[in-house]
C-alpha cells in the first residue's frame, strides 16, 4: 500500500512539474519552493485561526498575532489605520461573501433604527445586490446564499460597466436598499469600475446603500496604478483581496478588510461561543492557519517597495506582449494602460490547453501577468502564437 501512494504521488509530481511553466492565463503563481521550505517546520502542526482573528480565545496553537499584523498592513495600505478590522480568507468568493453579508446586516438595521414608533410594525424592504455583467461569478452566489435580488448592468465591449445603464437603473429604484460591488479588475480584461463615479450615481439618488469592492485581482497593487482613488475616503465599506495571486502565498487565501465601526454595527449583539471562547463574526469557523503565515512572510520580505517594484516588472512584460501582438493586427486586444492583464483573440484549443489559457463566451483569452513570469515563457509562448497565422 506504502509503495502504491508514494507511486501516485510521483506521477501528479511530474506531471504538476511539467505543467508549471505553461501557466499563463491565470493569476496565481504557480509553484515556490523557498515559501514552502521556510514554513515547512509549520506544517507539523494543527494550526487554527477559530473565530473573530481579534480575540484569541482559550487555545494557543494559532497565528493570530501574524493574522493582525497582516489586516494591519492592507489597513495601512488602504488609509483605515485608525478604524479598521478584518481577516484572513479561504480566498475572494469567502471575502466577497462576507462584505455583501455584512452590507445586508448594516442596511437592513439601519433602515429598522430609522422608524420612530416601534408600535408600527414597517417591512424594510430586502436590499438589492448590483454588479456589473462582468462581475465575477462568486456574486451571483452570494446572492443566491444570502436570498437577495440580484441585478446585473450592461458594461462596454471591455467589461467596465456602463455608467449611463446604473444610473438608470439606481434612478428607478430609489426606493430600495441597495449593495453595489464594484469590480477592482474584472476577471477577463481587468477593467475598473470608476470608484468616484459609481459613488456619485448612487449619492444622486439615494442614501440607502452599500459599496463592496471585489480587489481580488489589482487590489494588492491598485495604490500603485495611476488615478488611483482613495476608496474608504470616497465612503466605500469593503474590499476582498486574494492573496495566492499577486503576492504569491501558493495556496489560496485572501484578504477583507473593512472599518471596524462598520463591522461592529453588523455583529454587535453577536456573543462570545463558550467553546472556544471568542466571537464567531468570520464566515468561516476553523480557518487555516499556515495561510497567516504566508502573508506576513510574503508581506515582510517584500513590504510597499517590493510589491511596487513587481508591479513594475509584471506592466513591463506585459506591454511587451502587447507591441509583439500588435504586429499580428489582432483586432480583439484589449490593455487598460499599466495594468497586468492582456486579452486577446484565442488561439486554438491545442495551444489554450497548453498554456492554460481561458476563453470566453466572445471568442477572447488572455494571459495575466505575474511577477514570477520571465521573457522567456512569453517568447516560447509567442513562437505557439505564430504557428497559427501560418
Not at 459599496?211 to 465612503?235: K, Q, T
Request: aromatic share 10%.
Amino acid at each position: 500500500m506504502e509503495q502504491e501512494i508514494q507511486q501516485r504521488l510521483a506521477g501528479t509530481l511530474d506531471e504538476l512539474t511539467s505543467r508549471k511553466d505553461h501557466y499563463l492565463g491565470y493569476p496565481e503563481t504557480p509553484h515556490d519552493n523557498e515559501l514552502n521550505q521556510l514554513l515547512s517546520p509549520f506544517q507539523s502542526f494543527h494550526l487554527n485561526n477559530v473565530g473573530d482573528p481579534w480575540e484569541e480565545g482559550n487555545w494557543d496553537l494559532h497565528t493570530k498575532q501574524y493574522e493582525k499584523e497582516v489586516i494591519r498592513f492592507f489597513s495601512e495600505m488602504y488609509h483605515i489605520e485608525d478604524d479598521f478590522w478584518g481577516y484572513v480568507t479561504n480566498g475572494g468568493t469567502e471575502g466577497n461573501l462576507f462584505g455583501i453579508y455584512m452590507a445586508k446586516k448594516n442596511l437592513t438595521s439601519s433602515l429598522l433604527l430609522q422608524i420612530s414608533d416601534p408600535e408600527v410594525e414597517v417591512k424594510v424592504a430586502a436590499p438589492i445586490l448590483v454588479s456589473s455583467q462582468a462581475s465575477h461569478y462568486s456574486i451571483a452566489k452570494a446572492a443566491d446564499l444570502l436570498g437577495l435580488r440580484y441585478y446585473q448592468i450592461e458594461t462596454s465591449e471591455y467589461d467596465e460597466i456602463d455608467y449611463e445603464a446604473l444610473e438608470n437603473f439606481v434612478r428607478d429604484h430609489t426606493n430600495d436598499p441597495l449593495i453595489f460591488v464594484l469590480n477592482l479588475g474584472t476577471t477577463m480584461t481587468g477593467a475598473i469600475d470608476s470608484p468616484s463615479k459609481i459613488v456619485g450615481i448612487l449619492r444622486k439618488y439615494t442614501d440607502k446603500f452599500t459599496i463592496h469592492v471585489d480587489g481580488a485581482l489589482h487590489g494588492m497593487y491598485y495604490f500603485f496604478m495611476e488615478n488611483s482613488e482613495d476608496l474608504f475616503d470616497l465612503g466605500i465599506q469593503s474590499i476582498s483581496i486574494s492573496g495566492h495571486k499577486f503576492i504569491g502565498t501558493i495556496q489560496p487565501c485572501g484578504i477583507f478588510i473593512t472599518r471596524k465601526s462598520l463591522h461592529e454595527t453588523a455583529f454587535s449583539q453577536r456573543g462570545k461561543i463558550s467553546y472556544i471562547d471568542v466571537r464567531d463574526t468570520p464566515i468561516s469557523g476553523s480557518r487555516d492557519g499556515m495561510q497567516s503565515l504566508r502573508l506576513w512572510v510574503r508581506l515582510k520580505q517584500k513590504g510597499m517597495n517590493g510589491l511596487d517594484d513587481d508591479y513594475k516588472k509584471s506592466i513591463t512584460l506585459a506591454k511587451y506582449f502587447v507591441e509583439q501582438l500588435a504586429r499580428n493586427d489582432d483586432e480583439k486586444i484589449v490593455y487598460f494602460p499599466n495594468q497586468t492583464i492582456v486579452a486577446f483573440s484565442a488561439p486554438s484549443l491545442e495551444i489554450a490547453k497548453k498554456h492554460q489559457l481561458p476563453i470566453d463566451t466572445n471568442g477572447r483569452t488572455h494571459v495575466v501577468f505575474r511577477p514570477d513570469m520571465t521573457v522567456g515563457q512569453i517568447e516560447r509562448f509567442l513562437k505557439d502564437l505564430a504557428k497559427r497565422s501560418t
